[in-house]
């Protein structure tokens, strides 16, 4: 079943499909993919900025930044950027939205959204209550 969270981006409406609903701790941060006049989202939960972008590029919707080995050679490998897979990823049209706190806080996400989905009531729930209810279940 896909997740999709639904939430603002500088007062704007975005719909996101969540990478990896539950997987870490509703800690939830709104990834941009821009595409030329257009952009593609994505909601990935993770720790930081950094490991959102590790998680994204490790996905099956990864292929959108990680450099293919055959245009390694374009990019200098002074300045690559490395994901925790050891692959090149091409970070020039990528943005990460959300407020980064110091600390562990549980019960904030960095991009204030909603999880929506089939199996999910038809009000969604936030990325924390999603997380612990296999907890209540």
Not at 59 to 85: F, K, Q, T
Not at 98 to 122: A, M, Q, S
Request: aromatic residues 10%.
């Amino acid at each position: 079943m896909t997740i999709i969270a639904k939430g603002k981006l500088n007062g704007h409406d975005i719909e996101a499909e969540c990478i990896n609903p539950g997987d870490w701790f509703g800690k939830t941060w709104l990834v941009e993919i821009g595409c030329g006049f257009s952009s593609h989202f994505f909601a990935v939960e993770a720790d930081t900025v950094t490991d959102a972008i590790d998680e994204f590029s490790g996905s099956e919707r990864g292929h959108l930044i990680v450099v293919d080995d055959a245009d390694l050679a374009d990019y200098d490998e002074d300045s690559r950027y490395y994901n925790d897979g050891g692959q090149v990823c091409d970070l020039d049209n990528v943005m990460v939205h959300g407020e980064e706190r110091p600390g562990r806080h549980n019960d904030y996400t960095p991009w204030k959204c909603v999880y929506t989905g089939d199996d999910l009531p038809p009000e969604g729930m936030t990325p924390l209550a999603y997380y612990r209810r296999d907890d209540e279940e």
